[in-house]
Every structure is written in structure tokens, then in C-alpha cells.
């Protein structure tokens, strides 16, 4: 069973912008902390953004205010806009979620994530 959908990667060229999406159902997406990881070939997979529908989002450092979360309620739906994006941007992006409690330390350890989709990828060229 697919809880998380991703849709909306593709090819752009350095400079470019794209926007991700993850659809979830209504428990998900009013329960649950959510994130954006990414995994590049031959490296591990890190994390690029973790929120809840209400509250601030925390932001990995690489992202240095280029890419920004919105969430719409209607469709159960979270996006990601990713804007000057880089070669280094290359790589799978996934949508995660979890029940789980956090501490602030840990929105970007992706142990403890345990609903992930499928991903979408997204290549940057120079």
C-alpha cells in the first residue's frame, strides 16, 4: 500500500527551479512529522527538510534558503520549491513520515522515518 506519492522531479539546467510534491492521506498528513530526503548515486541518503503541518520547518544547511515547504490542506498535499538548484542538487528525492516523537536534534535522521514513497528524481545539469 502507497501512503506516500511524490511526483514532480525531472531535468533542468543549473539555475533552475523545480517543484516536488508528496500527496499522503489525511491521517498522515495531520499526524505525522514529514521530510524531504535525497540520496545521490554512491552516497547515503540525507536529509533536505523536516516539518509538521503547523510549526516552523528545519532546513539542512546545504539548502541555504534556496528551497522553500508549503503544504496544502485540501488535497493532503506537501511541496517542495526548489529554486536556484545545483549540479550538487542531483539525486532521488524522497517524502517520508513518521508517528514517531522527536527531538529537535534528531527532524533529519532518517532512522527515524518509517513511511517513505518511492521517490522522485531530479538531475541538475551544468
Known amino acids: 500500500q502507497v501512503q506516500l506519492m511524490e511526483s514532480g522531479g525531472g531535468s533542468v539546467p543549473a539555475g533552475g527551479s523545480l517543484r516536488l510534491s508528496c500527496s499522503m492521506s489525511l491521517r498522515i498528513f495531520s499526524n505525522y512529522r514529514l521530510a524531504w530526503f535525497r540520496q545521490a548515486a554512491g552516497k547515503e541518503r540525507e536529509g533536505v527538510v523536516s516539518?509538521?503541518?503547523?510549526?516552523?520547518?528545519t532546513y539542512a544547511g546545504f539548502v541555504k534558503g534556496r528551497f522553500t515547504i508549503s503544504k496544502d490542506s485540501d488535497k493532503n498535499t506537501v511541496y517542495l520549491q526548489m529554486d536556484n538548484l545545483e549540479p550538487e542538487d542531483t539525486a532521488t528525492y524522497y517524502c517520508?513520515?513518521?508517528?514517531?516523537?522527536?527531538?529537535?536534534?534528531?527532524?533529519?535522521?532518517?532512522?527515524?522515518?518509517?513511511?517513505w514513497g518511492q521517490g522522485t528524481q531530479v538531475t541538475v545539469s551544468s
Open positions: 516539518f509538521r503541518v503547523v510549526g516552523d520547518p
Open positions: 517520508a513520515a513518521s508517528a514517531a516523537p522527536f527531538s529537535v536534534f534528531q527532524f533529519l535522521d532518517r532512522t527515524l522515518y518509517d513511511v
